[in-house]
């Protein structure tokens, strides 16, 4: 089993920046896949950038690509957020998630999830 706990989120102006954490503990991740989800009220849950864990190959939805990075901790089985120019559209729930395999951007390619983290960009 695989926990996963995500902090950081909270409330910024437009424009701004924060960093997301997704601390893991349990089964060694040296195999795992991790990847950011973000769910806004009224809509589906969406893919937001993915990272492979032993190499480090990073994949993001294209809405965030030059103004979010994910990477990752090894020693502190951490995977991060950093989000940067934030805009009024990135108001989320934002979710960690991981698997055992080589994961993707599909909700069914991640089998463990974190419970979440309130992000609100004000406008």
């Known amino acids: 089993q695989v926990q996963l706990v995500e902090s950081g989120g909270g409330l910024v102006q437009a424009g701004g920046s924060l960093r997301l954490s997704c601390a893991a503990s349990?089964?060694?991740?040296?195999?795992?896949?991790m990847g950011w989800f973000r769910q806004a009220p009224g809509k589906e849950r969406e893919f937001v950038a993915r990272?492979?864990?032993?190499?480090?190959?990073?994949y993001y939805r294209d809405s965030v690509k030059g103004r979010f990075t994910i990477f990752r901790d090894n020693a502190k089985n951490t995977v991060y957020l950093q989000m940067n120019s934030l805009k009024p559209e990135d108001t989320a729930v934002y979710y960690c998630?991981?698997?055992?395999?080589?994961?993707?951007?599909?909700?069914?390619?991640?089998?463990?999830w974190g419970r979440g983290t309130q992000v609100t960009v004000s406008s």
């Open positions: 349990g089964r060694t991740f040296s195999s795992y896949a």
């Open positions: 998630a991981a698997t055992h395999t080589i994961g993707g951007t599909s909700l069914y390619d991640y089998d463990y």
């Open positions: 990272i492979k864990w032993s190499s480090g190959w990073t």
